[in-house]
C-alpha cells in the first residue's frame, strides 16, 4: 500500500515538473517567434534601403555619364 502511494507521488511530482517544463519551453518559443519576426521585418527594412541605395547609386551613375558627354562635346 504505502509502496505503491510513494510510486503515484513520485510519479505525480515527475509529471508536475513536465508540465512545467512544457510551459516554460511554450513561453520561450513564443518569445523567440516574436523576435524572430521582429528580425524578419527589420531585415525587409534593410533591404528595401539598401535597393533604393542601389537605385540612387545607379542615377548618379547615369548622370555622371551623360555629364561626360556633355564635356567631352565642348
Do not use: F, P, W
Not at 4 to 12: A, P, Q
Not at 33 to 60: F, Y
Request: charged share 45%; proline share 0%; net charge negative.
Amino acid at each position: 500500500g504505502d509502496y505503491l502511494l510513494e510510486i503515484l507521488e513520485i510519479l505525480e511530482e515527475k509529471i508536475y515538473e513536465l508540465v512545467e517544463k512544457v510551459n516554460s519551453l511554450k513561453k520561450t518559443n513564443e518569445e523567440l517567434t516574436i523576435k524572430l519576426r521582429e528580425k524578419e521585418e527589420e531585415a525587409r527594412g534593410l533591404k528595401r534601403e539598401m535597393d533604393n541605395l542601389l537605385g540612387e547609386k545607379e542615377q548618379v551613375k547615369q548622370k555622371v555619364a551623360h555629364l561626360i558627354k556633355c564635356v567631352e562635346a565642348l
